[in-house]
């Protein structure tokens, strides 16, 4: 009898807190490497902020995001939590975004695991001199005033709120749902 291989499906990760100083270190090359050797293949990266595209045969997104984080441990020797997205979930995030029609700095937060109603209404809450947050399934759309570092809405407080989150300019998301959108 003939064995059919698996087929493969594209996803596009996003790894936390990478490259941000001199502890942090993860080389676009090295991540790579240690996506391909957590099963994946297909592997492209994007800037040196920690965004990756992959193929794999994995189906569940937290199956892939534990692979991964695992592959990233074993690699760097800290943890990097990984957000995982569809390329089109990827592609209605940069289009949710255009909605909002904001002039000043837009920012989304990438979140791990979709937030509860009472926690989109909180987060939404928080918003306070020109800093807007907008919830929509796992991003979260901070539409802030010209200076990022003045923000007191920041990926930070989207973190405490809820959970683990990963944060790009609108520039970047669709610069990627261009690139790797479905």
Not at 10 to 23: D, E, P, Q
Not at 30 to 41: F, N, Q, T
Not at 126 to 133: F, K, P
């Amino acid at each position: 009898m003939r064995r059919v291989a698996a087929s493969t499906r594209t996803y596009v990760g996003f790894l936390r807190a990478i490259n941000l100083g001199a502890k942090r270190k993860f080389p676009k090359d090295d991540i790579v490497a240690a996506v391909e050797r957590a099963g994946c293949s297909d592997v492209e990266t994007y800037i040196n902020t920690g965004n990756v595209r992959f193929a794999t045969i994995l189906r569940s997104r937290r199956r892939i995001e534990s692979a991964l984080e695992t592959a990233f441990l074993a690699d760097r020797g800290f943890e990097v939590p990984t957000i995982v997205f569809t390329p089109a979930e990827l592609t209605q995030i940069a289009q949710r975004a255009a909605a909002f029609g904001h002039d000043g700095r837009h920012y989304v937060s990438l979140l791990k695991e979709e937030p509860s109603a009472e926690a989109v209404a909180r987060v939404e809450g928080l918003g306070a001199a020109g800093e807007v947050a907008k919830v929509s399934g796992r991003a979260v759309h901070l539409l802030l005033g010209e200076n990022y570092h003045e923000a007191r809405l920041t990926n930070a407080v989207i973190e405490r709120h809820l959970g683990v989150a990963t944060n790009r300019n609108l520039t970047v998301i669709e610069a990627l749902a261009e690139r790797w959108g479905g």
